[in-house]
């Protein structure tokens, strides 16, 4: 349902693509330089103490006689329900790294209440950390056959091995989405001194293959719709596989002929969502490579031409090959983007690994003497901490480290305080499900394989019943180091406030809100987002004529030059966004079909466009459309449902309820009606206001500065925006007083003010080749 109309918008987008970025995952990512607290100390009717010098055996949970473990501070907890001390339990945890054998349960028999909560914290200015890994020490020298497979460049003395299958690790049989798959991951993970190592790929993060960035290669020519050029005929062309001269093509044949796995992560067909599909076999004869499985839709991007394999001129070896794809495919465009995952013959950079389906093993290349460094595998596919029907319950202070599954995880829990915990090299950040009445607050999220944190049915949609949850002042970065997903993500929720929070480094958009109402976004910072993928948003949303009442205001987007600012997809309707900031971006606002997306007073700095578009003749937007039955299945014209439809008819000026107009064919819903782009301030020779034909849309209002020295804005180079220009502060009168405020703030559990360059946030995070 993505992509634009025009064939100019598209080959930008394909540029988008290939300037996505930054060269990801070579970040050296640091731990934050600013340490977070437990919190303000509060008196509880009783506290239990836990220390790494405790006993669970002889232990009573005093602070001269601490347990060893949570889990038995938990079960004495567990003995006062129904009779919790007035003021509650806290639970002391004091400094030490905590390795527990299994995820920390809790269900409704460990809630507390809301006179007598349930708080684990740890003591302040000590660190706590809690892991599910097992340290491993039984590092081997390469076997004989594992050394005739090594990267030639390397010396196989350098790389190590650990049998995970004599050890009886559980993850290491193949990928969990199977031979293909986009998000399905599902192996066991690698740290050294609490870092996840990189995976081995090819190429290296900084390398530029044939492509226009560094760490992907770029398919030759689509050969049918399964199989694709690793060099195009003519021997004037670059063999892209071969032509650092290690031979490559005949390494990964001799892999694969010997029952070794290899998976290209590919572009294949679209800019975003990556598949990674294993190879069926290399010709080095015919320079193609054939994956196991045909992308969706086939090879080649969904922007190049159809053709037939009998209108081409090709062998007759190739004609036969196709008689098994589709009739038609992609001839592709050159911007089939591709890179090789997880196998030996790519490790060549201290720090990679790659784990062996077939040997059961992992192969590594330490990045300092491997007797020395503290090795740690994360093969827990359960969160760290869970929670199941819990409530009043509290985490503080904590560091949440090395596991293969999230770093908290509640469902049908409410009342719960994640706050000023450093949760990294983990699966997942902090996952939500049915929750409500929670807060996710001053915690720093970082080294993800996936998300940073991620709410589901927040709330009731079908009675409009709003969460109260709230997510504030967390740092979420350098996310999606395995699995491309977002710092934020909101999903069939009602009432959630997302506030001050600090997001950037992110394969794709930094916050994704998808099927939700009455969602407040604000006083957020954001800077490069989509640095792996593109046709993306800063603040993304999709697919629904229903998700009416979401507010996005004061937030600042910057150095995002990837991405879109604000993109409402594929009929996304009811957006209000009012007083933001957006700086250095693509288009600040994409609005695709849809209804009632508004965007009045921004600020927008060197962008190039602000878009309402029409795919109406392309895609189907209409009264049968996926959105049109999503409403439907509301009952929007019946009660509470029915209600909110006369209440935004009125705001919208409509008469009677408003489901019944956009549900009407005379309303004609397929187009983009009531989006405006009013009374915006445009700073900056370009930013193009582009308009539909179609539609009840209008553009009126806006201001042109010609240039941001004309802005007058206080320091540009440090991107203090406050200014004094007549123009801007007539739009936005409120700028000087509202930009101070935006972002990270100091509280009880972040102490220290945080510098918007100690993000790297004043620069673009993308390629320089």
């Known amino acids: 349902m993505k992509a ?34 437990s919190g303000a100390v509060k008196e509880s009717g009783m506290n239990i103490y836990v220390a790494k010098t405790g006993n669970d055996q002889t232990g009573n949970g005093s602070k001269n006689s601490p347990y060893a473990t949570l889990k038995q501070a938990q079960k004495k907890i567990r003995a006062y329900q129904g009779k919790l001390p007035q003021g509650g339990i806290t639970v002391w945890v004091k400094q030490g790294n905590y390795l527990m054998d299994s995820s920390l349960q809790l269900d409704q028999k460990d809630s507390g209440t809301a006179s007598s909560p349930i708080t684990y914290r740890t003591y302040t200015g000590e660190q706590v950390t809690l892991s599910t890994g097992k340290t491993v020490t039984d590092w081997q020298p ?24 004599k050890l009886g690790f559980k993850h290491i049989n193949g990928f969990e989405g199977g031979t293909s798959f986009t998000e399905k991951w599902g192996i066991l993970n690698l740290f050294a001194n609490n870092q996840m190592q990189p995976i081995s790929r090819w190429p290296n993060t900084t390398e530029v293959a044939s492509g226009q960035r560094a760490g992907w290669a770029i398919a030759q020519s689509v050969y049918n719709a399964q199989s694709f050029y690793y060099q195009k005929p003519g021997s004037s062309s670059v063999n892209i596989l071969d032509e650092d001269g290690t031979n490559r093509s005949k390494r990964w044949q001799n892999a694969i002929q010997q029952g070794h796995a290899i998976y290209l992560q590919g572009f294949w067909r679209t800019l975003w969502s990556p598949a990674s599909i294993q190879i069926s076999q290399i010709d080095p004869a015919q320079k193609t490579i054939k994956l196991l499985d045909t992308p969706q839709g086939g090879m080649g991007s969904k922007f190049s031409a159809l053709v037939s394999p009998s209108a081409l001129s090709r062998t007759t070896n190739e004609q036969n090959d196709n008689s098994s794809t589709p009739s038609t495919y992609r001839v592709g465009d050159g911007s089939e983007e591709f890179r090789a995952l997880n196998l030996l013959e790519e490790i060549d950079t201290p720090g990679e690994w790659a784990l062996d389906f077939k040997d059961g093993k992992i192969y590594y290349y330490p990045p300092s003497d491997i007797h020395k460094l503290q090795t740690v595998i994360g093969d827990q596919d359960s969160p760290i901490v869970s929670m199941d029907g819990t409530s009043y319950v509290q985490f503080k202070g904590f560091t949440i480290q090395n596991n293969m599954g999230n770093g908290f995880e ?46 589901n049915s927040a709330g009731d949609r079908a009675t409009l019943s709003s969460a109260n949850t709230r997510i504030t002042n967390n740092h979420i970065h350098h996310i999606g180091k395995l699995i491309h997903l977002e710092a934020i993500i909101i999903r069939d929720s009602v009432g959630v406030r997302v506030d001050h929070n600090l997001l950037h480094d992110v394969p794709k958009d930094a916050v994704r809100y998808v099927f939700s109402n009455k969602l407040l976004l604000e006083y957020n910072e954001v800077h490069n987002t989509s640095l792996i993928e593109g046709d993306t948003g800063a603040f993304y949303t999709a697919q629904d004529w229903s998700s009416y009442g979401n507010v996005l205001r004061y937030n600042f987007i910057h150095n995002n030059k990837r991405s879109n600012g604000f993109y409402a997809d594929s009929g996304s309707s009811g ?3 009012q007083y933001n900031i957006i700086q250095d971006t693509s288009r600040a606002f994409l609005f695709e079909n849809g209804h009632h997306n508004v965007a009045t007073n921004n600020l927008l700095i060197d962008v190039q466009s602000l878009e309402i578009n029409d795919r109406s003749n392309q895609l189907d937007y209409g009264l049968n459309s996926d959105n049109a039955n999503r409403l439907r299945e509301l009952q929007p014209l019946t009660g509470t449902w029915k209600k909110y439809g ?80 007549a123009k801007i502060l007539e739009k936005f009168p409120d700028l000087n007083t509202i930009f101070p405020t935006i972002g990270l703030y100091k509280d009880d559990y972040r102490t220290q003010p945080f510098n918007r360059a100690d993000s790297d946030g004043l620069s673009d995070h993308q390629s320089t080749s």
């Open 410 to 455: 509640m469902k049908r829990s409410h009342h719960i305080t994640i706050a000023g915990n450093k949760i990294h090299d983990v699966n997942g950040g902090i996952l939500d499900v049915d929750g409500h009445h929670n807060t996710f607050r001053s915690n720093d999220i970082y080294d993800t394989a996936s998300f940073g944190i991620s709410l």
């Open 4 to 37: 634009s109309n025009s064939r100019m918008i598209l080959l930008g987008l394909a540029l988008f693509a290939l300037l996505l970025g930054v060269l990801y995952y070579s970040f050296h990512t640091k731990n934050d330089s600013y340490p977070l607290s």
């Open 575 to 577: 957006n209000t966004y």
């Open 142 to 165: 390469l076997s004989q056959e594992a050394q005739a497979r090594v990267h030639p460049k390397i010396d196989p003395k350098q790389l190590v091995e650990l049998d995970v299958r």
């Open 646 to 725: 006369e209440q935004l008819a009125e705001k919208y000026g409509l008469q009677g309820n408003l489901w019944s107009s956009v549900l009407s064919k005379k309303w004609n819903p397929q187009y983009p009606n009531g989006s405006k782009l009013n009374h915006n301030v445009i700073v900056g020779a370009d930013g193009q206001v582009k308009l539909p034909k179609k539609g009840d849309v209008t553009a009126v209002g806006n201001t042109t500065v010609s240039s941001t020295s004309k802005a007058g804005f206080y320091n540009l180079a440090t991107l203090d925006l406050r200014t004094k220009n």
